[in-house]
Structure formats: C-alpha cells, structure tokens
C-alpha cells in the first residue's frame, strides 16, 4: 500500500463531505472524526514536512480548489514554543501527530485590559480539538515540550493562510488583522 494512502482518503473523503453537506458544523464535526482518523497513523506525511528549525512553520497540505477546506501542517520549532494569541475566522479542527501541546483559551477584555486566559486543553499525538464555532476560536498555542520535535495537522472551513484573521495583543486586549500565509513552497504529493 502507498505510504500516502491515509492522506489520499482523507482528501477524497473530506471533498465529498463538503459537497454534500453545506451545514458548518456537520463539517467540523464530520471533519473531525476523518482527522482523528488521519493523524492515528504519521507515516503518510514525508519527512519534508517535518523539518524542525528554529522557528514554527504553518505549511499547507492541501487546499480545496473552492477554498472549502484547508489541511495545514504545524510543525513546532526548536526554539520558539508559543504562537501569538489569534482567532481563526473559520471552523477548525486540530489534531497532533507527534509531540504535545497546549492550548490556551485567551479572552480579550472589552474595557482594553489585558486577555484573561480561559480553558487549558493539552493534546498529544493521535487527539483531536476543535476550533470556532460552538468551541473557542481565540487562543494561544504551546509547544508542551520545547525543543523536542512536534507536528499538528490543521483542518480548516476555509483557506486559513489567506483569509483575514485577528491577532491580539494580550496586554491590551487590541487586534488586528492579518493574512498569515504558508511557509511552504510545495505540496505533499498523495499520489506516491
Ligand atoms: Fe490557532
């Protein structure tokens, strides 16, 4: 069998099921059990994309041609260890391959006080969170074990690097916009 079997049924199933069903949160909920499903085995994602520099690189993995869905790779540095706080402006769901992380709910403060954080959900290889919607979408995320090598897949309602999404300033409770982007200049190849 294909080492990119699992990657290959996830894109086909995950296509289908944006075609047939159009309700958000049947999405994220249907998406979610196919990426529980993805993220039980690692060895469909080459290790092109587990490259560990200093810094944490968000990779796209697949985008939707009708910008449904997006499949993005997470892959922790050696030295930064914590994203800054953001929102998502889609549905989300995430869940790790390898090592740990933490998420941690922030909530802005409507009188320009600093964020007060909310809920911790720590995550280890083969689980599965949700983002927006009925979950929080504001949060920041820590690599549990900095310095050692981590990997998260994404699965987004959206093209998550070229939407406009906040970031906040956790002193202030100020956001602004951005576009985040991809690090990567290919894409894995699920036909190998
Ligand atoms: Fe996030």
Same mark, same amino acid.
């Given at each position: 069998?294909?080492?990119?079997?699992?990657?290959?049924?996830?894109?086909?199933?995950?296509?289908?099921?944006?075609?047939?069903?159009?309700?958000?949160?049947?999405?994220?909920?249907?998406?979610?059990?196919?990426?529980?499903?993805? &993220?039980?085995?690692?060895?469909?994602?080459?290790?092109?994309?587990?490259?560990?520099?200093?810094?944490?690189?968000?990779?796209?993995?697949?985008?939707?041609?009708?910008?449904?869905?997006?499949?993005?790779?997470?892959?922790?540095?050696?030295?930064?260890?914590?994203?800054?706080?953001?929102?998502?402006?889609?549905?989300?769901?995430?869940?790790? #391959?390898?090592?740990?992380?933490?998420?941690?709910?922030?909530?802005?403060?409507?009188?320009?006080?600093?964020?007060?954080?909310?809920?911790?959900?720590?995550?280890?290889?083969?689980?599965?969170?949700? #983002?927006?919607?009925?979950?929080?979408?504001?949060?920041?995320?820590?690599?549990?074990?900095?310095? &050692?090598?981590?990997?998260?897949?994404? #699965?987004?309602?959206?093209?998550?690097?070229?939407?406009?999404?906040?970031?906040?300033?956790?002193?202030?409770?100020?956001?602004?916009?951005?576009?985040?982007?991809?690090?990567?200049?290919?894409?894995?190849?699920?036909?190998?």
């Amino acid at each position: 069998m294909s080492a990119a079997q699992p990657l290959r049924a996830f894109l086909r199933a995950m296509t289908l099921l944006v075609t047939e069903e159009t309700d958000a949160r049947r999405q994220q909920a249907a998406g979610a059990e196919l990426l529980r499903t993805l &993220v039980a085995t690692s060895g469909w994602l080459s290790p092109g994309f587990r490259s560990f520099g200093p810094g944490f690189r968000q990779q796209i993995l697949y985008g939707d041609p009708l910008e449904r869905f997006s499949l993005i790779g997470f892959v922790w540095g050696t030295e930064e260890s914590v994203t800054p706080v953001h929102d998502h402006g889609v549905w989300g769901a995430v869940g790790v #391959l390898e090592g740990e992380e933490v998420s941690v709910e922030m909530v802005p403060d409507a009188a320009g006080g600093p964020m007060r954080e909310g809920r911790r959900d720590r995550l280890g290889a083969g689980e599965v969170m949700l #983002l927006g919607l009925d979950a929080y979408d504001i949060h920041k995320v820590e690599n549990a074990r900095p310095g &050692v090598a981590g990997v998260a897949i994404h #699965l987004y309602g959206g093209n998550i690097g070229a939407i406009d999404r906040q970031m906040f300033d956790p002193a202030t409770s100020a956001a602004s916009l951005v576009k985040t982007g991809y690090d990567n200049p290919t894409l894995p190849n699920p036909w190998v």
